[in-house]
């Protein structure tokens, strides 16, 4: 439970308590009207998140990874391993499947879901040879003219000594130019977090999109306040999340991202399968759009949306 659900948690408390009870048929009206409020609350609690408290919720323990999605919305994975380089990190998963009648390519960032896993992937922060292999496996998909759907999950890419010695800017820099002209479709999807160059080392696609309660941003809250204010503390944090301008709607207005694939009343950790379907509808009307260009025009109209990000005018001053 979230910092900020305490009382999304007293009501789930009396609703089990009910339900525990052994005449609890005759509670059935009670019990109603709690999880009507319980839905209520949950409604009106996601609709006016801070954004730190957004933040928070895309981190939740439960909330679906790259590896829920492929089994929830993919068939027939084949998972790819390897850079050809130096090895395979496992805090990049890629793999050939099929979503709707779409044959595609997957690339994600993976988390971890228990703490032996979470130490294997890095807590999803993925060294160069991670990036390699996403971009190994993307050139694969356009030899065979298959698209490439990527789910963005990492705080950032992974910032020790040995990464930077085996080329970790290079190696995202790299991606960013060479996924600006795959000529085949590309999709970016920020499922939770989407930190930094981390991020974007997946994310230079056709269409980006993120869940309405994921995050997107040029640094984390917390790496932000320690080099404003020389310390990360809730308050600091809660500063630097305002001013990051991280959240789903930020992005939109900002013109960063292209949609916001809704999630269900309390987020993706409530009910996955359903975060799930929108997903995948997103997806696949998504490639069934961008089919309609030929390679060429992908790449064009591709260039020409990063290269507008950040351009304003400025009128002349009259006097």
């Known amino acids: 439970m979230l910092p900020f659900e305490t009382p999304i948690a007293d009501i789930e408390k009396q609703i089990a308590a009910l339900k525990e009870r052994e005449d609890s048929d005759t509670y059935e009206s009670e019990l109603k009207e709690l999880q009507q409020t319980r839905q209520n609350l949950l409604e009106k609690l996601y609709d006016n998140l801070t954004p730190w408290q957004t933040v928070q919720a895309a981190r939740h ?9 492929i089994k929830m919305i993919c068939r027939d994975f084949r998972e790819l391993h390897g850079d050809r380089h130096f090895g395979d990190d496992p805090a990049i998963t890629t793999g050939f499947a099929r979503i709707g009648s779409h044959k595609v390519l997957v690339v994600g960032h993976q988390k971890g879901k228990d703490t032996q896993e979470r130490i294997a992937c890095h ?29 963005i999950d ?21 991606n960013l130019r060479e996924m600006s002209r795959l000529k085949v479709p590309i999709v970016s999807v ?16 056709d269409r980006v999109a993120m869940l309405q ?21 809730e308050e600091t944090n809660q500063k630097a999340a305002s001013s990051l301008a991280l959240t789903s709607k930020d992005n939109l207005k900002n013109k960063l991202i292209d949609t916001i694939v809704p999630e269900p009343t309390g987020g993706a950790h409530r009910d996955p399968e359903s975060a799930a379907l929108n997903l995948e509808k997103w997806i696949v009307d998504t490639l069934t759009d961008l089919s309609r260009f030929n390679p060429q025009t992908l790449v064009q109209r591709r260039y ?16």
Not at 154 to 174: C, S, V
Not at 217 to 223: A, Y
């Open 123 to 151: 807590f999803g922060c993925a060294h160069p040879e991670g990036y390699r292999k996403a971009l190994e496996k993307m050139r694969l998909a356009e030899k065979f003219g298959l698209p490439v759907v990527a789910f």
């Open 190 to 205: 920020v499922i939770g977090e989407g930190g930094s160059g981390g991020a974007l080392g997946i994310g230079v696609a």
């Open 213 to 233: 309660y994921a995050w997107y941003s040029v640094i984390s809250p917390e790496g932000c306040a320690a080099i404003l204010w020389k310390i990360a503390n």
């Open 304 to 319: 020409e949306k990063f290269a507008s990000m950040g351009v304003f005018t400025e009128s002349e001053d009259s006097n």
């Open 61 to 69: 323990p439960n909330r679906p990874q790259t590896s829920d999605y």
């Open 154 to 174: 990492t705080p950032g890419a992974y910032p020790g000594i040995k990464a930077e010695e085996r080329g970790q800017a290079q190696a995202i820099a790299l």
